[in-house]
T-cell receptor, first 113, second 110 residues
Framework: DAGVIQSPRHEVTEMGQEVTLRCKPISGHDYLFWYRQTMMRGLELLIYFNNNVPIDDSGMPEDRFSAKMPNASFSTLKIQPSEPRDSAVYFC???????????FGPGTRLTVT | DAKTTQPNSMESNEEEPVHLPCNHSTISGTDYIHWYRQLPSQGPEYVIHGLTSNVNNRMASLAIAEDRKSSTLILHRATLRDAAVYYCILLKTSYDKVIFGPGTSLSVIP
């Protein structure tokens, strides 16, 4: 199994541009999570999906952030417009229905200049 | 929500055992104790979890106090690869959100 796949691994963009981060969860996993990690705030849960349906988006910082899961094998996290304070490492994770263990991807390091 | 308290950092010598403590004095009877770790430049990875009894797996052991107000993650022989941030987290069910605290940064000295 390839594990959770994220792309791109690194993204550098200018303030005001749209950024799209992508995630492919492990096949068969019902839950998908998006996290953000910064030095100041640590690892924060942004949103999670169950069977492609968003369950809790209370961690999404503001309307500039949106996430979709059009099918069981793909999810996107979009920031529009991006700002320098969005610079962080964004992780995607997935897990099976009845298990506790979350499997994390390698992350996308986003730098907004 | 019940919270956990961990030391900010710890050091260990290579090939020696490491005991990583976690205090959770407000734990409820249905809270499971979970441990994740995050190696440098990687996403977190699950280590172990337990409810009341001590647990062992290939990565580590989890020792849970009788009153469940504290627990200890035990790495039996630390290697350089074990240098990571270790997170202690309480979850009632598999449907709970995993909330990561600051964790304990473990350094392993060759």
């Amino acid at each position: 199994d390839a594990g959770v796949i994220q792309s791109p691994r690194h993204e550098v963009t200018e303030m005001g541009q749209e950024v799209t981060l992508r995630c492919k969860p492990i096949s068969g996993h019902d839950y998908l999570f998006w996290y953000r990690q910064t030095m100041m705030r640590g690892l924060e849960l942004l949103i999670y999906f169950n069977n492609n349906v968003p369950i809790d988006d209370s961690g999404m910082p503001e309307d500039r952030f949106s996430a979709k899961m059009p099918n069981a094998s793909f999810s996107t996290l979009k920031i529009q417009p991006s700002e320098p304070r969005d610079s962080a490492v964004y992780f995607c994770a997935s897990r099976p229905r009845e298990e506790y263990e979350q499997y994390f991807g390698p992350g996308t390091r986003l730098t907004v200049t | 929500d019940a919270k956990t308290t961990q030391p900010n950092s710890m050091e260990s010598n290579e090939e020696e055992p490491v005991h990583l403590p976690c205090n959770h004095s407000t734990i409820s009877g249905t809270d499971y104790i979970h441990w994740y770790r995050q190696l440098p430049s990687q996403g977190p990875e699950y280590v172990i979890h337990g409810l009341t009894s001590n647990v062992n797996n290939r990565m580590a052991s989890l020792a849970i106090a009788e009153d469940r107000k504290s627990s200890t993650l035990i790495l039996h022989r630390a290697t350089l690869r074990d240098a990571a941030v270790y997170y202690c987290i309480l979850l009632k069910t598999s449907y709970d959100k995993v909330i990561f605290g600051p964790g304990t940064s473990l350094s392993v000295i060759p």
